[in-house]
């Protein structure tokens, strides 16, 4: 007999939050880019899939905010001089976190922080609850991790 709930955590993984097909990012990793809200220029060092949706990390001078595309005007320009990130979103990589579970993962976010690239995987499968007949996921089970961290498969 298959255990339901074990499939699951093994699945979980592997399916992408956005669906069957990558949604295309509005700008690049990297891109310079004008943010409409503060009518200042920046870049972009980090995207990361949020609530049915890319959220992009820009920053401008020391600080890193979070916004989503409809904010946001590309210039096609890239900082130069900075590595690419190892990883690609949407990646399927080896996260040897849980010896319970799958260490499948699928890369759902990429950042840059202090030089070293990040990278956003699940570490968890989800608590499911029902509410007012539907399913619900809880809690935060994403993890960010490095390169180091992770295995290319």
Avoid at 16 to 29: E, F, Q, V, Y
Wanted: aromatic content about 12%; overall charge negative.
């Amino acid at each position: 007999m298959t255990n339901l709930v074990h499939d699951l955590e093994e699945c979980w993984y592997l399916s992408p939050p956005w669906g069957k097909d990558i949604p295309p990012l509005t700008i690049s990793l990297l891109e310079r880019v004008y943010l409409t809200t503060t009518k200042s220029f920046g870049y972009c060092c980090g995207v990361e899939w949020l609530q049915d949706d890319w959220s992009y990390a820009i920053v401008l001078n020391d600080e890193v905010v979070y916004t989503s595309a409809s904010q946001l005007i590309g210039t096609g320009k890239t900082q130069p001089d900075i590595d690419k990130p190892i990883f690609a979103l949407g990646e399927k990589v080896v996260f040897p976190c849980n010896r319970d579970a799958s260490n499948l993962r699928i890369v759902q976010g990429i950042h840059l922080i202090d030089d070293f690239w990040t990278y956003t995987v699940e570490w968890a499968s989800p608590s499911l609850t029902e509410c007012d007949g539907k399913l619900i996921t809880s809690g935060d089970r994403r993890a960010w991790v490095t390169d180091t961290d992770l295995v290319r498969v």
